[in-house]
């Protein structure tokens, strides 16, 4: 399918909570890790011809069934429909420095496409775009999630998306859709210009990403991550792991497993369980500490 548009707590006590509900396994993630991804799943070279990462880029967001819990996107992380249903709520990079003719001015554009549109084993809609927006910059925070990146985001007054935010609803067994999620350097000229200025033009399905790049004389994308949608899972609406990077989404069709193999996803699995009692535990503990101030 194509998209479509108790009481209260002390504020010390919430400020705390708030801290234990960010992931806390967040990890940063090389460079290499990033295009060794593309390549595993087989974005690269059947969506785009190449990816060299300058730096690592990161998209959070809300896990389902805990609005309160912020998860760190890492290429290859499995997610619901209902954990994209709103854009990330925050974007950041690492290793800025090893990007070429950035400087404080600089501005960013971001998109999302769906790369197996409307199906994994027929896209003939391919790099159907979700989102497209400029005008990021570096906002001198740090990512609520991993200290180590830097937060990107748009200014109040930065306008409009070029495409408007779509969440991405897949077909059911329509196979395990690749969303891509990529940053480029924005050329000055379209801090006060839209990219419609060069003939760009507004429809979203069979993207052409070649020839989009030369429209707005950018250059390659300097960094960029990517998740999965398994249609086969839970009617249609995809499963949650947040554990990327072995869950390559490299297997289409219909198939339940969005990972290439069997071993990779209990692997995972081990590593949700895990961190799923990390995060009770924590709570547990606070709960002990402040339990004379939390009322149900």
């Not at 290429?75 to 800025?96: A, D, R």
């Not at 990146?149 to 930065?158: E, F, V």
Request: net charge negative; glycine share 10%; hydrophobic share 40%.
């Amino acid at each position: 399918m194509y998209p479509t548009v108790s009481k209260s707590l002390p504020l010390s006590l919430l400020a705390l909570a708030s801290v234990s509900l960010a992931d806390d396994n967040a990890e940063s993630v090389s460079t290499l890790s990033f295009k060794n991804a593309f390549v595993n799943s087989g974005i690269v070279p059947e969506v785009i011809p190449a990816l060299d990462p300058a730096v690592s880029f990161y998209a959070t967001y809300k896990t389902e069934g805990d609005s309160n819990h912020s998860e760190l996107l890492i290429p290859g992380s499995s997610l619901t429909v209902n954990e994209i249903s709103t854009l990330p709520i925050e974007f950041s990079v690492e290793n800025l420095n090893n990007a070429t003719n950035i400087t404080a001015q600089t501005r960013y554009l971001i998109y999302l496409l769906d790369a197996d549109a409307p199906a994994r084993s027929n896209p003939t809609a391919r790099n159907l775009r979700h989102w497209l927006a400029g005008n990021f910059t570096l906002n001198g925070q740090n990512s609520s999630v991993l200290s180590t990146a830097q937060r990107l985001a748009r200014p109040p007054n930065a306008g409009a998306p070029f495409t408007n935010f779509t969440a991405p609803k897949p077909d059911a067994n329509s196979g395990v859709h690749r969303y891509i999620m990529a940053l480029y350097t924005q050329p000055a000229r379209f801090n006060t210009a839209g990219f419609e200025s060069v003939g760009m033009e507004r429809e979203v399905a069979n993207w052409n990403l070649s020839r989009w790049r030369t429209q707005l004389g950018l250059g390659p994308a300097i960094g960029a991550t990517y998740f999965v949608i398994d249609t086969g899972a839970n009617g249609g609406n995809g499963t949650s792991a947040p554990q990327g990077l072995n869950n390559q989404g490299g297997n289409g069709g219909n198939n339940n497993n969005a990972g290439g193999q069997g071993g990779d996803n209990d692997s995972n699995a081990a590593a949700g369980i895990k961190a799923s009692s990390v995060y009770v535990l924590g709570l547990t503990a606070l709960a002990a500490v402040f339990g004379g101030l939390i009322m149900v």
